[in-house]
C-alpha cells in the first residue's frame, strides 16, 4: 500500500512539475515567423522578426532567410565589431529578382557619399539599413515580396565577396 502510494505521488510530482498544455508559458517570439499557420491570411500577415549579425571578421551570421510571402518583415542589423563605420561599415541589401549581386557591388564602390547605395540602382533594391559601424545597430521594417529567391549583400567596397546570403520568400 506504501509502495503505491508512493508512486502515484511520485508519478503525480513529475507530471504537474514537467508542465502540460495548460500550464506552459506561452511562446515567445523567434527570429521568424512560425512555419506553420493555421491559416492563408495569418501565414501572410505574421511578422518576420530577423536580426543579423555582422562583424570585424566580415561575415554575417546568416546566409540564409526564409520569409513567407506578403509577411511584414523587421530586420535588424547589428555591427557585433569595434571598427568603425569608415574603416569596417555593414548594411544590408536586399536586391531585387534578378539583379547582379557583383555588378550591384562593383557600382556601390563609387557611392560612399550615399552608404554605398547607388542612387541610380534604387530600383534594383527591395529594402536596405543605413551603414553602421562597430557597436551600432539599425531596423527596417518591409513587406516580403513574391514567391523566389532573392540576394542581400553587404555593398560596403569589398564586403560582398563573403558577406552575402540567400533572401528566400516561400
Known amino acids: 500500500m506504501k509502495k503505491t502510494i508512493l508512486s502515484l505521488g511520485i508519478a503525480t510530482l513529475l ?29 501572410a500577415s505574421a511578422e518576420a522578426l530577423i536580426t543579423i549579425n555582422g562583424g ?25 565589431g569595434k571598427s568603425p ?8 541589401v536586399l536586391l531585387a529578382q534578378g539583379v547582379a549581386l557583383s555588378e550591384f557591388a ?19 533594391i527591395i529594402a536596405h539599413t543605413k551603414l553602421i559601424g562597430g557597436g551600432e545597430s539599425d531596423s527596417i521594417e518591409f513587406t516580403a515580396p513574391a514567391k523566389g529567391n532573392y540576394e542581400f549583400l553587404c555593398s560596403f567596397p569589398g564586403h560582398s565577396a563573403m558577406m552575402k546570403g540567400v533572401f528566400i520568400v516561400e
Do not use: W
Open 15 to 43: 507530471l504537474t512539475s514537467c508542465g502540460g498544455p495548460d500550464t506552459q508559458p506561452a511562446s515567445q517570439e523567434t527570429e521568424t515567423a512560425p512555419a506553420e499557420a493555421t491559416a492563408p491570411e495569418a501565414e
Open 85 to 92: 563605420v569608415t574603416a569596417m561599415g555593414h548594411n544590408f
Open 56 to 80: 570585424d571578421d566580415m561575415k554575417f551570421d546568416l546566409t540564409e532567410i526564409k520569409v513567407k510571402e506578403g509577411q511584414t518583415v523587421k530586420l535588424t542589423i547589428n555591427h557585433t
Open 106 to 124: 562593383n557600382e556601390a564602390i563609387n557611392a560612399k557619399d550615399n552608404d554605398y547605395i547607388p542612387a541610380a540602382r534604387e530600383k534594383d
